[in-house]
């Protein structure tokens, strides 16, 4: 009977350990071509259309996006941008968001407009786009941005549709834990 109950607490410790981790984690690569150290999420976080009526009914799929902060340090020298990808569905198109202003991240409710960024040229990028029909581009950011996304509680994406007319999206998974630790990987700290 002893030997269940402490089986039990062992059980239970680990699960609660495992339970306040994000399954997105920082990674780092090494860009062998121009020794250029790439600092990403393993994984893009996922944002999906805030629109109830485009709820997959009907045959309709819903658009998603995706957003992964990304650090390049070519030794010792660093900068920062946010690779952008999204996977329309055939609810609502999104407009060409490479152009100045498309794409707006609000962080609590304040908007900051993105500006396009050419990304570094290294081997292979950060993350892979998740659709072949999707758009991708990068947006410039720095360490102060970046802190404040780690730092929001609520964080969403909006594009300029094909209309003109504003598309929301938002995280399918709580953001703060997941942008907090890639900032600490990276050695953004809150001072």
């Known amino acids: 009977m002893r030997f269940l109950l402490i089986k039990s607490v062992m059980l239970a410790g680990l699960l609660a350990g495992c339970a306040g981790q994000s399954s997105i984690k920082p990674a780092e690569m090494l860009d062998e071509r121009t020794g250029e150290t790439v600092g990403a999420l393993q ?3 996922e ?5 109830p009526s485009a709820v997959l009914a009907n045959g309709k799929r819903t658009s998603f996006a995706y957003l992964g902060p990304v650090e390049w340090d070519k030794s010792g020298e660093i900068s920062y941008g946010l690779w952008v990808h999204v996977a329309p569905g055939n609810d609502r198109a999104v407009g060409n968001f490479h152009l100045k202003g ?3 991240l609000t962080l609590d409710g304040e908007p900051v407009v993105l500006t396009p960024m050419d990304a570094p040229k290294v081997g292979s990028g950060p993350y892979r786009p998740i659709a072949s029909w999707g758009q991708t581009a990068y947006f410039g950011t720095d360490a102060a941005m970046l802190k404040r996304m780690a730092a929001s509680e609520k964080l ?6 094909a209309d003109q007319a504003n598309v929301e999206f938002l995280p399918t998974h709580e953001t703060r834990a997941t942008l907090q630790k890639f900032d600490l990987a990276r050695g953004i700290t809150a001072d």
């Open 43 to 45: 994984e893009p976080i």
């Open 47 to 51: 944002f999906l259309e805030n629109d």
């Open 156 to 161: 969403t994406l909006i594009f300029q549709g």
């Open 102 to 104: 498309a794409v707006t």
